[in-house]
């Protein structure tokens, strides 16, 4: 991919938070399961995945996702240069960090590689704004102050926008997706880790229905 700007990255990454009310966080342990679950997300109606760099196979499973029809896959837990040039050669379509760095985005900027960087505070959020980028993950979204601190923020900074990650569920998704500065929310309740060892795709996808359908950003 070519040299991506920051305001680029940033467009384009409120476009890929937009796509759906939920980004589902991915954990994908067994590379047998990933086309199979992905195709059950995007059945579901959540077309953008987040596979997080924390298996041996996390790379191949964002390979075999980016094949598939229709889906939007990013590579998660980016925290070095080299994960950044890993996941883009792996496929990955945009990228997602718990933190943010400037090696780290500068990485992600000389690969063309849209970064939803990670912000915990208001310096945090400022400081990304500084850099350029408007989008940005919102983690870990219950532990620091959840939806209350969110709310704080819309108002001195109502040019970023958010996707709240970390402690997120379907029972507190609605409080997240009703603030005027969230524009999606990350979780992993709709990928549960007892359904995907027990290939019960068909729950996957009732998972993804049900918060597709029930969550409104």
Not at 53 to 66: G, H, T, V, Y
Not at 125 to 151: I, S
Request: hydrophobic share 45%; charged share 20%.
């Amino acid at each position: 991919m070519a040299r991506i700007s920051a305001q680029d990255a940033s467009k384009r990454t409120v476009e890929i938070c937009e796509l759906a009310p939920v980004v589902p966080v991915l954990i994908v342990e067994d590379i047998t399961t990933a086309a199979d679950l992905g195709n059950a997300l995007i059945a579901g109606g959540l077309p953008v995945l987040e596979v997080t760099l924390r298996s041996e196979c996390a790379l191949d499973a964002i390979k075999a996702m980016s094949e598939l029809d229709c889906g939007v896959v990013g590579a998660g837990t980016l925290i070095t240069p080299q994960d950044v040039k890993n996941a883009v050669a792996a496929g990955a379509k945009f990228g997602v960090s718990p933190g943010a760095t400037d090696i780290l985005i500068d990485a992600c900027e000389a690969e063309g590689l849209p970064l939803l960087a990670g912000a915990a505070s208001a310096t945090e959020a400022m400081r990304l704004l500084e850099r350029g980028y408007t989008m940005q993950k919102f983690f870990p979204a219950e532990a620091a102050g959840g939806a209350p601190l969110l709310k704080s923020l819309a108002s001195p900074l109502p040019q970023i926008s958010f996707c709240p990650t970390g402690g997120v569920s379907l029972s507190n998704a609605q409080t997240y997706l009703d603030l005027p500065n969230v524009r999606c929310v990350g979780g992993s309740w709709v990928a549960p880790s007892d359904a995907i060892k027990a290939k019960d795709w068909a729950k996957v996808q009732e998972l993804a229905s049900a918060a597709a359908t029930k969550l409104h950003a």
